[in-house]
Protein backbone atom coordinates (compact mmCIF):
# COMPACT_ATOMS: atom_id res chain seq x y z
CA UNK A 1 0.00 0.00 0.00
CA UNK A 2 3.41 2.32 1.22
CA UNK A 3 4.45 1.88 -2.49
CA UNK A 4 1.07 2.49 -4.55
CA UNK A 5 0.94 5.57 -2.11
CA UNK A 6 4.68 6.37 -2.88
CA UNK A 7 4.63 6.26 -6.75
CA UNK A 8 0.40 8.00 -6.44
CA UNK A 9 2.59 11.05 -5.18
CA UNK A 10 5.37 10.63 -7.62
CA UNK A 11 3.17 10.86 -10.62
CA UNK A 12 0.89 13.56 -9.25
CA UNK A 13 4.70 15.85 -8.44
CA UNK A 14 5.58 15.21 -11.94
CA UNK A 15 2.53 16.11 -13.52
CA UNK A 16 2.08 19.56 -11.16
CA UNK A 17 5.98 19.73 -12.22
CA UNK A 18 6.01 19.12 -15.96
CA UNK A 19 2.47 21.03 -16.46
CA UNK A 20 4.06 23.99 -14.74
CA UNK A 21 6.55 24.01 -17.68
CA UNK A 22 4.24 23.70 -20.07
CA UNK A 23 2.49 26.51 -19.46
CA UNK A 24 1.64 28.81 -22.29
CA UNK A 25 2.50 32.40 -22.37
CA UNK A 26 0.90 35.21 -23.51
CA UNK A 27 1.14 38.80 -23.54
CA UNK A 28 -1.30 41.32 -22.70
CA UNK A 29 -1.69 44.75 -23.14
CA UNK A 30 -3.51 47.35 -20.57
CA UNK A 31 -2.66 51.22 -20.36
CA UNK A 32 -2.53 53.52 -17.55
CA UNK A 33 -3.90 50.62 -15.25
CA UNK A 34 -3.91 50.38 -11.67
CA UNK A 35 -2.99 47.01 -10.36
CA UNK A 36 -6.51 45.60 -9.81
CA UNK A 37 -7.19 46.19 -13.56
CA UNK A 38 -4.19 44.76 -14.48
CA UNK A 39 -5.21 41.84 -12.49
CA UNK A 40 -8.67 41.87 -13.77
CA UNK A 41 -7.02 41.71 -17.27
CA UNK A 42 -5.29 38.61 -16.71
CA UNK A 43 -8.24 36.92 -14.35
CA UNK A 44 -10.32 37.60 -18.22
CA UNK A 45 -8.19 35.13 -20.09
CA UNK A 46 -8.34 31.29 -19.95
CA UNK A 47 -6.12 29.82 -17.36
CA UNK A 48 -3.43 27.56 -16.76
CA UNK A 49 -0.90 30.47 -18.66
CA UNK A 50 1.88 32.63 -17.67
CA UNK A 51 0.91 35.96 -18.73
CA UNK A 52 3.41 39.59 -19.49
CA UNK A 53 1.20 42.65 -18.71
CA UNK A 54 2.29 45.74 -20.83
CA UNK A 55 1.56 49.25 -19.84
CA UNK A 56 3.14 51.45 -22.20
CA UNK A 57 1.41 54.98 -20.87
CA UNK A 58 3.32 54.11 -17.03
CA UNK A 59 5.68 52.09 -18.67
CA UNK A 60 5.50 48.76 -16.59
CA UNK A 61 5.69 45.21 -17.39
CA UNK A 62 4.73 42.05 -15.14
CA UNK A 63 4.38 38.97 -15.00
CA UNK A 64 1.69 36.50 -13.87
CA UNK A 65 0.32 33.13 -13.16
CA UNK A 66 -3.22 31.90 -13.59
CA UNK A 67 -3.46 28.58 -12.40
CA UNK A 68 -5.59 25.84 -10.66
CA UNK A 69 -4.37 25.33 -7.59
CA UNK A 70 -4.39 21.19 -7.28
CA UNK A 71 -5.25 21.51 -3.29
CA UNK A 72 -8.69 23.44 -3.38
CA UNK A 73 -9.36 22.74 -7.00
CA UNK A 74 -9.35 26.53 -7.64
CA UNK A 75 -8.18 28.72 -9.79
CA UNK A 76 -5.88 31.30 -8.60
CA UNK A 77 -3.62 33.98 -9.77
CA UNK A 78 0.02 34.91 -8.40
CA UNK A 79 2.64 37.55 -10.23
CA UNK A 80 5.79 36.50 -10.52
CA UNK A 81 9.13 38.20 -10.79
CA UNK A 82 10.55 38.89 -14.62
CA UNK A 83 13.36 36.71 -15.84
CA UNK A 84 16.03 39.00 -15.24
CA UNK A 85 17.01 39.11 -19.34
CA UNK A 86 13.18 40.74 -20.00
CA UNK A 87 13.52 42.70 -16.97
CA UNK A 88 16.88 44.05 -18.16
CA UNK A 89 15.48 44.57 -22.11
CA UNK A 90 12.40 46.35 -20.62
CA UNK A 91 14.44 48.99 -18.82
CA UNK A 92 16.69 50.07 -21.72
CA UNK A 93 13.51 49.89 -24.17
CA UNK A 94 11.92 52.71 -21.24
CA UNK A 95 15.10 54.30 -20.88
CA UNK A 96 15.74 55.08 -24.81
CA UNK A 97 11.47 55.55 -25.14
CA UNK A 98 12.37 58.58 -22.36
CA UNK A 99 15.14 59.88 -24.72
CA UNK A 100 13.12 59.93 -27.72
CA UNK A 101 9.94 61.07 -26.59
CA UNK A 102 12.31 64.21 -25.03
CA UNK A 103 13.11 64.60 -28.93
CA UNK A 104 9.52 64.87 -30.10
CA UNK A 105 8.11 66.96 -27.26
CA UNK A 106 11.32 69.49 -27.33
CA UNK A 107 11.11 69.78 -31.18
CA UNK A 108 7.24 69.08 -32.43
CA UNK A 109 8.40 70.09 -36.05
CA UNK A 110 11.39 67.58 -36.33
CA UNK A 111 9.54 65.30 -38.73
CA UNK A 112 8.60 68.63 -40.75
CA UNK A 113 12.51 69.25 -41.36
CA UNK A 114 13.35 66.00 -42.19
CA UNK A 115 11.00 65.09 -44.88
CA UNK A 116 12.12 68.84 -46.23
CA UNK A 117 15.38 67.09 -47.15
CA UNK A 118 13.16 64.87 -49.14
CA UNK A 119 13.61 64.88 -52.97
CA UNK A 120 10.34 64.73 -55.29
CA UNK A 121 10.17 61.06 -56.62
CA UNK A 122 10.79 61.27 -60.39
CA UNK A 123 7.70 58.95 -61.12
CA UNK A 124 5.61 61.40 -59.66
CA UNK A 125 6.84 65.22 -60.29
CA UNK A 126 5.42 67.17 -63.22
CA UNK A 127 6.43 66.95 -66.84
CA UNK A 128 6.25 70.25 -67.14
CA UNK A 129 7.33 71.68 -64.53
CA UNK A 130 4.97 74.31 -64.25
CA UNK A 131 5.50 76.50 -60.87
CA UNK A 132 3.09 79.10 -59.87
CA UNK A 133 4.45 80.54 -56.57
CA UNK A 134 1.60 82.86 -54.56
CA UNK A 135 3.09 85.41 -52.54
CA UNK A 136 -0.89 85.84 -51.06
CA UNK A 137 -2.63 82.08 -50.10
CA UNK A 138 -1.57 79.64 -48.43
CA UNK A 139 0.30 77.33 -51.68
CA UNK A 140 3.77 77.83 -52.69
CA UNK A 141 3.59 75.56 -55.70
CA UNK A 142 7.36 75.19 -56.61
CA UNK A 143 7.35 71.99 -58.51
CA UNK A 144 10.25 70.51 -56.67
CA UNK A 145 8.97 70.93 -53.30
CA UNK A 146 7.44 67.55 -51.87
CA UNK A 147 4.31 67.55 -51.25
CA UNK A 148 1.14 65.75 -48.90
CA UNK A 149 -0.24 64.00 -51.80
CA UNK A 150 3.89 62.75 -52.73
CA UNK A 151 4.18 61.43 -49.09
CA UNK A 152 1.08 59.40 -49.62
CA UNK A 153 1.58 57.62 -52.74
CA UNK A 154 5.22 56.85 -52.25
CA UNK A 155 6.08 54.48 -49.68
CA UNK A 156 9.42 54.61 -50.76
CA UNK A 157 9.50 57.64 -49.73
CA UNK A 158 7.68 57.02 -46.50
CA UNK A 159 10.08 54.54 -46.17
CA UNK A 160 13.58 56.59 -46.78
CA UNK A 161 11.73 59.15 -44.09
CA UNK A 162 11.60 57.01 -41.78
CA UNK A 163 15.33 55.55 -42.31
CA UNK A 164 16.36 58.77 -42.12
CA UNK A 165 14.92 59.89 -38.78
CA UNK A 166 16.15 57.07 -37.18
CA UNK A 167 19.76 58.31 -38.99
CA UNK A 168 19.19 61.55 -37.13
CA UNK A 169 17.59 60.76 -34.08
CA UNK A 170 19.83 57.92 -32.60
CA UNK A 171 17.54 58.03 -29.60
CA UNK A 172 14.42 56.78 -31.36
CA UNK A 173 16.69 53.91 -33.40
CA UNK A 174 17.91 52.69 -29.82
CA UNK A 175 13.85 53.28 -28.40
CA UNK A 176 13.02 50.83 -31.43
CA UNK A 177 15.95 48.03 -31.38
CA UNK A 178 15.31 47.93 -27.49
CA UNK A 179 11.46 47.15 -27.90
CA UNK A 180 12.16 44.51 -31.04
CA UNK A 181 14.66 42.70 -28.44
CA UNK A 182 12.01 42.86 -25.91
CA UNK A 183 9.47 41.63 -28.42
CA UNK A 184 11.15 38.75 -29.03
CA UNK A 185 12.41 37.81 -25.89
CA UNK A 186 8.37 37.77 -24.64
CA UNK A 187 7.08 37.36 -28.26
CA UNK A 188 4.83 40.42 -28.32
CA UNK A 189 2.87 40.89 -31.71
CA UNK A 190 3.96 44.50 -32.18
CA UNK A 191 0.69 44.37 -34.62
CA UNK A 192 -1.67 43.87 -32.01
CA UNK A 193 -0.23 47.01 -29.67
CA UNK A 194 -3.39 49.81 -29.71
CA UNK A 195 -2.75 53.34 -31.01
CA UNK A 196 -2.38 54.54 -27.51
CA UNK A 197 0.24 51.83 -26.55
CA UNK A 198 2.87 54.01 -29.22
CA UNK A 199 6.64 53.45 -28.84
CA UNK A 200 6.66 57.45 -28.45
CA UNK A 201 4.94 60.59 -28.68
CA UNK A 202 2.93 60.36 -31.95
CA UNK A 203 0.80 60.97 -34.00
CA UNK A 204 3.25 63.26 -35.34
CA UNK A 205 2.32 66.05 -37.81
CA UNK A 206 4.48 66.96 -40.76
CA UNK A 207 3.94 69.95 -42.57
CA UNK A 208 5.36 70.09 -46.26
CA UNK A 209 6.78 73.15 -47.99
CA UNK A 210 3.80 73.66 -50.63
CA UNK A 211 1.92 74.59 -47.46
CA UNK A 212 0.19 70.96 -47.09
CA UNK A 213 -0.06 69.21 -44.02
CA UNK A 214 -0.91 65.52 -42.73
CA UNK A 215 0.01 63.55 -39.66
CA UNK A 216 1.71 59.87 -39.19
CA UNK A 217 1.77 57.02 -36.93
CA UNK A 218 4.58 54.40 -36.77
CA UNK A 219 3.47 51.67 -39.26
CA UNK A 220 3.05 47.87 -36.68
CA UNK A 221 5.87 46.98 -38.47
CA UNK A 222 8.14 49.29 -37.10
CA UNK A 223 9.92 49.69 -40.10
CA UNK A 224 8.08 53.06 -42.01
CA UNK A 225 5.24 55.49 -41.50
CA UNK A 226 1.01 55.06 -41.97
CA UNK A 227 -0.48 58.26 -42.67
CA UNK A 228 -3.85 58.46 -40.14
CA UNK A 229 -6.53 58.38 -42.23
CA UNK A 230 -8.66 62.04 -42.27
CA UNK A 231 -5.46 63.70 -41.38
CA UNK A 232 -4.40 65.09 -44.56
CA UNK A 233 -4.85 68.06 -46.20
CA UNK A 234 -3.59 69.95 -49.15
CA UNK A 235 -2.14 73.73 -49.07
CA UNK A 236 -5.63 75.31 -50.45
CA UNK A 237 -6.79 73.30 -47.03
CA UNK A 238 -8.91 71.30 -48.93
CA UNK A 239 -8.80 67.64 -47.05
CA UNK A 240 -7.32 64.43 -49.25
CA UNK A 241 -9.52 62.02 -49.59
CA UNK A 242 -8.09 58.41 -48.16
CA UNK A 243 -9.99 56.59 -50.64
CA UNK A 244 -12.32 56.97 -54.18
CA UNK A 245 -15.44 57.42 -51.55
CA UNK A 246 -13.98 60.83 -50.08
CA UNK A 247 -14.08 62.11 -54.07
CA UNK A 248 -17.39 63.84 -53.44
CA UNK A 249 -18.51 67.79 -52.59
CA UNK A 250 -17.08 70.91 -53.37
CA UNK A 251 -13.27 71.37 -53.35
CA UNK A 252 -10.90 74.98 -53.84
CA UNK A 253 -7.38 76.03 -55.22
CA UNK A 254 -5.20 78.26 -55.54
CA UNK A 255 -4.35 77.87 -59.40
CA UNK A 256 -4.52 75.22 -62.04
CA UNK A 257 -1.28 73.48 -60.30
CA UNK A 258 -3.14 72.92 -57.10
CA UNK A 259 -5.72 71.44 -58.98
CA UNK A 260 -3.46 68.77 -60.79
CA UNK A 261 -2.05 67.64 -58.19
CA UNK A 262 -5.88 66.90 -56.53
CA UNK A 263 -6.79 65.31 -60.01
CA UNK A 264 -3.08 63.24 -60.54
CA UNK A 265 -4.51 61.93 -57.25
CA UNK A 266 -8.13 61.30 -58.02
CA UNK A 267 -6.82 59.58 -60.83
CA UNK A 268 -5.20 56.99 -59.41
CA UNK A 269 -8.35 55.97 -57.56
CA UNK A 270 -10.21 55.74 -61.52
CA UNK A 271 -11.81 59.57 -60.77
CA UNK A 272 -12.91 61.37 -63.81
CA UNK A 273 -11.76 64.91 -63.83
CA UNK A 274 -12.92 67.16 -66.26
CA UNK A 275 -12.01 70.87 -66.95
CA UNK A 276 -8.86 70.84 -65.72
CA UNK A 277 -8.03 73.20 -68.61
CA UNK A 278 -8.67 76.09 -65.92
CA UNK A 279 -6.23 78.48 -65.86
CA UNK A 280 -7.35 80.85 -62.59
CA UNK A 281 -5.85 81.71 -59.39
CA UNK A 282 -8.77 80.15 -57.30
CA UNK A 283 -10.54 76.88 -58.91
CA UNK A 284 -13.77 75.42 -57.56
CA UNK A 285 -14.08 72.13 -58.57
CA UNK A 286 -17.36 69.90 -57.58
CA UNK A 287 -17.01 66.53 -57.54
CA UNK A 288 -20.44 63.99 -57.41
CA UNK A 289 -21.13 59.93 -57.66
CA UNK A 290 -23.03 59.37 -61.25
CA UNK A 291 -25.98 57.00 -61.82
CA UNK A 292 -24.15 54.50 -62.77
CA UNK A 293 -21.51 54.55 -59.70
CA UNK A 294 -18.64 56.27 -61.24
CA UNK A 295 -17.07 59.40 -59.48
CA UNK A 296 -16.76 62.86 -61.87
CA UNK A 297 -14.79 66.13 -60.67
CA UNK A 298 -15.71 68.71 -62.70
CA UNK A 299 -13.77 72.39 -62.25
CA UNK A 300 -15.83 75.76 -62.76
CA UNK A 301 -13.86 78.07 -64.93
Known amino acids: MKYILLISTIITSSF ?9 QKVLECNNCSTYKVESTVRSQPP ?4 YVIDLIKNKLYLYRWE ?6 RYELSRLP ?3 NVNSDFNDYVHWKT ?9 PNFLSSVINQEPKPSSISNKNKIKEIFSSGQCNSDDDHVSAYDFIQSSQMRNNVFNRMNAYYPAIQNAINKWNQLAENISINSRNMSLSGTLFAIPQTINF ?6 KVTVSPSINTFNVVKGSAF ?12 GFIGNFSFEGSHELNKFANFGSSYGVIFENRGCNMSFIMTRCVVTPSGGYVCTAVC
Not at 48 to 51: E, G, K, S, T
Open 99 to 107: QANNIVNNN
Open 209 to 214: QDGSRL
Open 16 to 24: ISNNANAYL
Open 234 to 245: DCSNNQIPADKS
Open 48 to 51: LANY
Open 82 to 84: LPS
Open 68 to 73: MDMETR
